[in-house]
């Protein structure tokens, strides 16, 4: 929906080649300025780190990508924040977790996510699902939600302690009432089958991510007009990864 109004490319990942070529065709149709708006759950995702270094706005690479170089933009390009606890994705969460819901007040929600590389994001991430799980909590009615990541990407001792932690909190959950375990994720086909293989043997239901929903090109607009009030002008030129 969004190419009826703006100019707009879409890049998947983190290819540093796929990333300047978006650049470059939206410069070849006069693009002086470039919004980049990264399609994820968190800003703490260690790809969005990646693409923060790749298109010039921080200068320290990832220690990951030491050996790539930023791409060249001759645009002025602005890179706004990911999803996070904005109210269009807390509704969205709301309605996924009462798609499964058939008693909320005897239901204990657990918000998972992918989780970063690090402790240290691991709490920042953490910090905006918190916000997510009292919203769910308060509008859905339901007897407690909570939240944990599986640190999907980070070191071994990290992710297995991570994932032991996910699991025990899901088991001692279970005896309190019904879980219902949430997906933070935007798009299926994800980490959705690794945290259910953590989970085998316990008792759960389990959510769908975000998309598809309307609230994802809701947010994706409103983050547009919003820069578009900073920049006093509209900008010609959109990516999207």
């Given at each position: 929906p969004l190419q009826k109004q703006y100019d707009t490319e879409l890049v998947f990942g983190e290819d540093r080649n796929k990333l300047q070529d978006a650049v470059n065709r939206l410069e070849s149709?006069?693009?002086?300025?470039?919004?980049?708006?990264?399609?994820?759950?968190?800003?703490?995702?260690?790809?969005?780190?990646i693409l923060e270094y790749?298109?010039?706005?921080?200068?320290?690479?990832?220690?990951?990508?030491?050996?790539?170089?930023?791409?060249?933009?001759?645009?002025?390009?602005?890179?706004?924040?990911?999803?996070?606890?904005?109210?269009?994705?807390?509704?969205i969460l709301l309605e996924r977790t009462v798609e499964i819901s058939r008693a909320p007040s005897k239901e204990i929600v657990v918000l998972v996510a992918h989780g970063p590389t690090t402790e240290k994001a691991e709490t920042l991430w953490l910090r905006s699902m918190w916000t997510l799980s009292s919203y769910v909590k308060e509008k859905g009615g339901f007897k407690d939600a909570t939240v944990a990541t599986i640190m999907f990407g980070a070191a071994p001792e990290i992710k297995d302690k991570a994932n032991?932690?996910?699991?025990?909190?899901?088991?001692?959950?279970?005896?309190?009432?019904?879980v219902l375990v949430m997906p933070c994720v935007l798009a299926p086909g994800g980490i959705e089958d690794k945290v259910k293989d953590q989970l085998k043997g316990l008792k759960?239901?389990?959510?769908?991510?975000?998309?598809?929903?309307?609230?994802?090109?809701?947010?994706?607009?409103?983050?547009?007009?919003?820069?578009?009030?900073?920049?006093?002008?509209?900008?010609?030129?959109?990516?999207?990864?």
């Open positions: 149709r006069g693009a002086e300025r470039i919004l980049a708006i990264p399609l994820y759950i968190s800003f703490h995702s260690p790809v969005v780190q790749l298109l010039g706005i921080t200068s320290e690479p990832p220690q990951m990508q030491r050996e790539e170089q930023p791409i060249t933009i001759k645009a002025d390009l602005h890179m706004c924040h990911a999803m996070e606890h904005h109210p269009f994705a807390a509704e032991k932690e996910f699991r025990e909190l899901v088991e001692k959950k279970g005896k309190e009432g019904d759960f239901r389990f959510g769908k991510p975000y998309l598809p929903h309307p609230n994802v090109t809701k947010w994706l607009l409103a983050v547009i007009e919003s820069h578009l009030e900073i920049w006093e002008k509209e900008p010609k030129g959109l990516i999207l990864e």
